[in-house]
């Protein structure tokens, strides 16, 4: 029998864009919370151009630090089973939003309690695999941002926006200038 070449591996995007959002995928928060935090901000390209089909993914703790979630938030149509959105009454520490035309993306939250960050994944169009950073809520007091160099700490570090109480900007550079650091979990 003849050898056949080996294929390219299959790339995360953009098919996962069919299945794995969810409406209310960035609603984090309970409805109406006033603790709520915005978390926002754009996905680019090694070119500096927005990437209009990545898909983000943010875990954290709860505010009082606990990591275990709420299960079972995701509503279901009682006929079709599909998934109609987040009962918006736990936090579940999880959120997933698609990237808008723009490159956009947005996650409603609360503050990770224990922790100065939100920790992140990226699923994008030639990504072999997703990518994992931090977006940090404020630039002090942890180890990791502590050990790197000052232009490299600045990608993690997300930006309280003048006038607009409790929302921050994190954009996330795939490569090339200005590159976000990206973490590598190992066996």
């Known amino acids: 029998m003849p050898s056949l070449a080996p294929t390219p591996s299959q790339?995360?995007?953009?098919?996962?864009?069919?299945?794995?959002?969810?409406p209310g995928g960035g609603e984090v928060s309970p409805a109406g919370h006033p603790d709520t935090v915005t978390l926002h901000g754009y996905v680019y390209d090694g070119a500096g151009e927005p990437v209009p089909d990545a898909l983000v993914e943010t875990w954290q703790p709860a505010p009082g630090g606990s990591r275990a979630g709420a299960p079972g938030s995701l509503r279901h149509d009682p006929?079709?089973?599909?998934?109609v959105g987040r009962d918006r009454t736990r936090f579940t520490g999880f959120g997933?939003?698609?990237?808008?035309?723009?490159?956009h993306w947005t996650v409603t939250t609360l503050p990770p309690g224990g922790v100065p960050y939100v920790?992140?994944?990226?699923?994008?169009?030639?990504?072999?695999?997703?990518?994992y950073t931090r977006a940090y809520l404020t630039d002090t007091g942890d180890a990791l941002l502590a050990s790197l160099p000052g232009d490299r700490r600045a990608t993690l570090v997300a930006h309280a926006e003048a006038g607009a109480p409790r929302?921050?900007?994190?954009?996330?550079?795939?490569?090339?200038?200005?590159?976000?650091?990206?973490?590598?979990?190992?066996?």
């Not at 997933?96 to 490159?103: H, Y």
Request: negative net charge.
């Open 11 to 22: 790339t995360v995007g953009p098919f996962y864009g069919y299945a794995l959002p969810f």
């Open 79 to 83: 006929v079709t089973g599909l998934v």
């Open 96 to 103: 997933r939003v698609p990237t808008d035309a723009d490159g």
């Open 119 to 131: 920790s992140v994944a990226v699923f994008a169009r030639g990504l072999l695999h997703h990518l």
């Open 167 to 187: 929302t921050y900007r994190f954009d996330i550079r795939l490569q090339g200038e200005g590159e976000t650091v990206f973490l590598e979990f190992g066996p």
